[in-house]
Nanobody
């Protein structure tokens, strides 16, 4: 399973970014999909997940009224909409796909929020 993440970049505080993760050639609908992020000096942490039943959950450090995770099973894609970004949201964001005990990871995409 290859996950193709995109959408990171540099944005000023208060701005928005949308991260996308495509999983072409997969039986996408079976996977729980989500995003983790890793910040300098910190462990990788959950940002958001959307299950194959479209239930969502957000990590403890994520304010879910700023972030939204969505999936489009027909396009085999999951997106993370991030609004009102803060410098503390900076980090490398990793897309993942989870099916039971099996996890797949995409390459990280860097998000930098300047103050």
């Amino acid at each position: 399973v290859q996950l193709q993440a995109s959408g990171g970049g540099l944005v000023q505080a208060g701005g928005s970014l949308t991260l996308s993760c495509a999983a072409p050639g997969t039986i996408f609908g079976i996977f729980d999909m989500g995003w983790y992020r890793q910040q300098p000096g910190k462990e990788r942490e959950l940002v958001a997940e959307i299950t194959n039943k479209h239930f969502t959950l957000y990590g403890d450090s994520v304010v879910k009224d700023r972030f939204g995770i969505f999936r489009n099973d027909a396009k085999k894609m999951v997106t993370l909409q991030m609004n009102n970004l803060k410098p503390e949201d900076s980090g490398v964001y990793y897309c993942y796909a989870d099916f039971g005990d099996v996890n797949y990871w995409g390459k990280g995409t860097l998000v930098t929020v300047s103050s």
